[in-house]
């Protein structure tokens, strides 16, 4: 369908992730990663309203979270957006 919204794949919907205690933040990024109507389209991504990049569709962009909670939004190139909400502890 050409013209559905980008669908998130990873994080899951509402998942709460767990950070490695003693491990560097920096170490434990997250994947964001979604599927498109049209492969291989590009993908902007935010995190509560921060933009953190844009990757390809089917492709990972990385995210270094911090505790808390937080609005993932993607969104393709014709402003169709997926959002979901992810804790991190």
Sequence with gaps: RNDAP???VFPPPNQTL???PG???GRQEVPLRADAS???EPLSWF???DFVGT???EQ???WTPRPGSYEILVMDQQGR???QGLRVE
């Design 81 to 83: 957006a997926a959002r």
């Design 18 to 20: 767990r950070l490695l």
């Design 47 to 49: 995190v509560n309203g």
């Design 55 to 57: 990757a390809p569709a």
């Design 60 to 62: 990972r962009l990385w």
């Design 6 to 8: 980008p669908r998130i």
């Design 23 to 25: 491990m560097d933040r």
């Design 38 to 40: 049209r492969p291989g």
